[in-house]
């Protein structure tokens, strides 16, 4: 087999040779160095676009001889259609079945026999490649992406596309059909959005979906979303800027423009009425999901939800864990959180009963809870902690070059801004409990879905609707 001219030095043959049709320069540069503006930590980058539209973000990182990559494309399940799922978390498997200069799973060994980390995640919003690798392998690690992003489609066939759909299929009987609780997000979903609205269908899809895809559906699918001006390449280690851009232009600079994408705006959902709904599963305990249509990402009152689940839920000192786990007795978890999305958010509270308990003692708690919060608001020492918990988790979440690296990556295609990891605690400032009070009343005193996963023949232990008076002053 013939090797590809532009491959980086010591990279082992595999794939046919393919000359790049064309020489492009880099586009117009800009350079966004962040400034020192308050105690949140701080990620000094570099951002600049290829004449292809492929935004770069370079974030030099000396501390430990290593690199971080991550392609990040601007494609979910909120980029699919209905009879058509699934195909955004099907890519991230394809993406490592080879390409055309590289051979058949070849992408994980390569990376894999230097030492690399190496994997692909899929969300409603986005997908991620990423690797880490020792920093004199950063050349190898781009010319692999590169590889995928421009001669995917020479190497995809019905052979790999059946092989992969049936890796798929055998991952959702096993994480969703086949374990306990497995098909709550998806059963919400279906309740909170309408049949139309992309969070409506789980990100693996479903089984009907993945049979029905041919091969020219899922190639079609890559042509639009796989383009290098629907994808962000950021970059974080130990490497001099120089050098990357060079490589970056080499691997990536040749690879053609794909079609403009339009961005979906913000699809907010309310319900006209409650949504009650039983399941029976193999499962031990029955656990309560209570979920609320609520507000999209990044948006200042996604904030402040943040701090309502924080108060009602995070940790053993929260509002809703002392009651229900330590007062009370009568559950043995508690996860509240809000679930934040480009286009719509969920803010959810599950509770998982003790054996012996019913989930109409689980609504009837969370109920007395929320009255009192309705009624008795929360305190400010309480608004600072959630915050204060946040600015830890950030601070944790930038701690290595992939985290550093997935972050502006992450912020660039959900902001359009990487610098807004910079921002971030900007939404939070200045939250006062009275703001804190008239969200929970606007989002929680609002209808819900709720759902009660009991064991098989259990139906009783499920939560009966008498629990459903409202209280603390919400209409």
Sequence with gaps: MQRRKDRPPGLPPAGLRRLFSAVLTLGAILMLTTAQTDAQTKVSFEQYTLDNGLTVILHEDHSAPVAAVVAMYNVGSKNEKKGRTGFAHLFEHMMFQGSQHVADDEHFKLLQEVGGNINGTTSNDRTNYFEVVPSNYLELALYLESDRMGFLLPAMTQEKLDNQRDVVKNERRQNVDNQPYGTAWEKIAKAIYPEEHPYSWPVIGYMEDLSAATLEDVMEFFRIYYAPNNAVLSIAGDF???????????????????????????????????????????????????????????????????????????????????????????????????????????????????????????????????????????????????????????????????GKANSLATYFTFTGDPNNINKEFDRYKGITPAEVLAVAKKILGGNKVALSIVPEGKVELAAEKKTLERKGGVE
């Design 240 to 402: 001099k800027p120089a050098q990357a851009k060079e490589w970056v232009k080499k691997y990536f600079g040749s690879i053609p423009r794909g079609t403009e994408i339009p961005r979906p705006s913000p699809m907010p959902v309310t319900l006209s009425d409650e949504k009650r709904m039983v399941f029976e599963d193999k499962v031990q305990l029955p656990r309560l999901y209570l979920r609320w249509p609520s507000a999209p990402l990044n948006t200042r009152e996604d904030a402040v939800l943040d701090v309502i689940a924080d108060i009602l839920g995070a940790g053993k000192n929260s509002r809703l864990y002392k009651t229900l786990v330590y007062e009370r007795q009568v559950a043995q978890s508690v996860n509240v959180f809000q679930a934040s999305q480009l286009l719509s958010s969920q803010f959810s509270i599950e509770v998982t009963a003790k054996p012996g308990k019913s989930l109409t003692e689980m609504e009837a708690a969370v109920n007395d809870e929320l009255a009192i919060f309705f009624n008795d608001g929360v305190t400010e020492k309480e608004i600072q902690t959630s915050i204060n918990h946040r600015e830890a988790g950030l601070t944790n979440s930038l701690a290595t070059v992939l």
